[in-house]
């Protein structure tokens, strides 16, 4: 999570003219220069409309989507998703927008054999998704609906040969609250998305999401779903 904090602080003390030396109004001018620009800097920099009056970019990712409509993210050939991220708006029909982020896998998986869309995860329900056929999440798909102010949800799976995953686990709750800002990257590389469990709040209309993380055997192994 990265979190952006700016504080400014400007005080202005205005002095009679007649108290100010005729020798010092040329040098006071550059100040006073520094001073108004520094103000225009501060009232147009986007960290101050970020993300609560206009949420367009996170970093150097765009949204994937806007309030209220469905998405459909595939990563390029060969990558995994490794980052997901988004920021909730309560008039926005309770909704969230999402960035994602990929990163190619190590070459000594090899290219993905097979690649399809798992099962819908319906809108209003908590659920548990893991890719089937030991794959790995490379993308997501996503409707909204407004009946339930609630999103279903689908994972791309890419399965690699016949490798199998190891070393599973889960993390926490992200957001750590409903309703808050989400930021979630892979803690290392090597480590892979294989699902998502998540909780929804029919109150808030929002959801807590724990990623199932795991490693990959370098051989190929004989469990078609582990």
């Known amino acids: 999570m990265h979190t952006h904090t700016h504080t400014h602080s400007h005080t202005h003390t205005r002095q009679p ?3 100010m030396h005729p020798a010092l109004l040329p040098r006071s001018l550059p100040l006073q220069l520094l001073v108004l620009t520094a103000l225009v800097y501060v009232q147009s920099y986007p ?10 970019y996170i970093y150097d990712e765009p949204w994937v989507n806007q309030f209220r409509q469905g998405f459909n993210f595939q990563c390029p050939h060969g990558e995994a998703l490794v980052a997901i991220r988004s920021y909730f708006s309560e008039k926005e029909g309770m909704d969230r927008v999402w ?8 070459y000594g998986l090899g290219e993905p054999t097979e690649c399809w869309w798992d099962d819908i995860n319906r809108a209003g329900l908590e659920w548990t ?16 609906f407004s009946a339930v102010l609630d999103r279903e949800w689908q994972f791309y799976c890419c399965r690699y040969s016949r490798r199998c995953p190891y070393s599973c686990w889960k993390t ?3 957001p750590n609250y409903y309703q808050e800002e989400s930021d979630f990257v892979i803690p290392s590389y090597g480590y892979f998305i294989r699902g998502a469990s998540t909780t929804f709040s029919g109150v808030l209309r929002d959801r807590q999401w724990k990623y199932t993380l795991c490693r990959m055997t370098e051989h190929d192994c004989h469990f078609e779903n582990f």
């Open 172 to 174: 926490q709750e992200n």
């Open 99 to 106: 960035s994602f982020e990929c990163q190619r896998t190590p």
């Open 47 to 56: 960290y101050d409309q970020y993300p609560h009056d206009q949420p367009n």
């Open 17 to 19: 003219c007649s108290r």
């Open 129 to 144: 998704s893991m890719c089937t056929n030991n794959g790995l999440v490379a993308g997501v798909q996503s409707q909204y």
